[in-house]
């Protein structure tokens, strides 16, 4: 049995870490919450771009016009790329290790079928991960969060235009943490490019029951609409799932530390026993030594 003062040690030590878990849920939770209001600010403007381009679209097929280049998918696709979402940091529970895990799966699974399969890494735990597995990275960017700002998301956006635009690459995908809540995050994996834009909800020219709807007109023309907003949508996505990334991760570190407290707190009930064992025992054997010594002496 461990001595008095290696218990007392070891609830010490036990005690100090939990308030370093507890301190840490508290700052995740209020992160957590800046977070989330970010999320729910950004998602009605995305679905509504997100309709509008399938609306332009839709037209722009039934006119016949050629697709946006970033609109246009290559008939054998060669070369792919995954835009990997991970933490810059640990302690969040399997917040990393669930999305690397779908990476790997996806490598496992598809590998075959392509030329080449890269990776861009957002976060140093995505980075390292290629890193240990010698997994081909073409660009890592780190230091996105904690800092958010679209110009981020704009930058990888107009990174990833210019592969594709040059052939350098003929998919690109996006692998990241979609935010459902605190507890919960779903292992999201989209397609950046090229750009799949939503069926629109109505054929150009359709309209309420059968009746014909007059012609929209456009300032600037349709084309020169997709070809701002496609660029604009692209990295609106990404910027979405920065937002997504970043609340889940805090969502996933509050839930981890909040198990960590409850674990320690556990941890000290049980050496808190132990201890009041060993310290009965103690006194059982100084009683019997001393009675022991009385019967000697008689």
Known sequence: MASLRTIRNRIKSVRNTQKITKAMKLVAAAKLRRAQDAVVRTRPYAQALEELLGSLAGRRAAAEIPPHPLMEARENPRRIEVVLLTSDRGLCGGFNSNIIRRAQRFLVEEGDKYEAIQFSTIGRRGRDFAKRRGIETRKDYVGFFGRLRYAMAKEVADDLIVEFRERKLDAVHLLYN???????????????????????????????????????????????????????????SIWRALLESEASEHGARMTAMDSATKNANDMIGRLSLEYNRARQASITKELMEIVSGAEALK
């Open 178 to 236: 979609q935010f459902k809540s605190a507890m919960s995050q779903a292992i999201t994996f989209t397609q950046l490019l090229p750009i799949v834009a939503p069926p629109s909800a109505k054929r150009e020219g359709e309209g309420e029951g059968g009746f014909i709807t007059p012609e929209h007109l456009y300032e600037p023309s349709r084309p020169q609409l997709l070809e701002t907003l496609i660029p604009r949508q692209l990295a609106m």
